[in-house]
């Protein structure tokens, strides 16, 4: 499976992206301020420019798992009913730990994770429980008839 985080849009404050899955638009997402940091850097450097919780991840390819339990929103009751503390959650990124995609409305939300959702208001996603679910159960249904491999890319269009 592949999934492709295309951001469109970084105004300093926070990015503003749209997901595809194996091609297929399915909600859009935003995140921390892209600070133009990418894979090819090193973990050293990526560390200089990073802000702790006010960062992007580097664009890049990562895989994705959904078999780890986070221990913070496994504290969460809407996650443990939904996905029982299961979230998406990136592996190897340089410079960060325990990048997730999760619910949310604004960059506020986010510490350094992506908030799925809809661009619908400047500013912030809306619908975000509905996009979660949605992404969360194409991502469930795929690892679970094939447990296939999932690559996220992150790439950028400004």
């Known amino acids: 499976m592949e999934i492709l985080v295309k951001r469109i849009y970084n105004c300093g404050k926070y990015c503003i992206s749209h997901i595809y899955i194996n091609g297929e638009y399915v909600c859009d997402g935003i995140e ?11 973990e050293q450097y990526i560390r200089s420019k990073k802000v702790s919780c006010e960062t992007a991840i580097p664009t890049g390819v990562y895989k994705m798992t959904i078999n780890i339990i986070s221990p913070k929103f496994s504290k969460k009751q809407y996650y443990m009913d939904f996905c ?3 979230l998406p959650r990136l592996k190897n990124v340089k410079g960060f730990d325990g990048i997730l995609w999760h619910r949310g ?12 959702g809809y661009n619908k208001v400047k500013g912030k996603v809306i619908n975000s429980q509905e996009a979660f679910e949605k992404v969360y159960n194409i991502l469930k249904k795929a690892n679970k008839a094939t447990n296939e491999e999932i690559i996220v890319k992150y790439i950028r269009t400004y």
């Open 84 to 86: 029982g503390g299961k």
């Open 105 to 116: 409305n604004t960059e506020k939300d986010s510490a350094g994770c992506l908030i799925l």
């Open 32 to 42: 921390d301020t892209d600070r133009m940091l990418d894979d090819s850097m090193t």
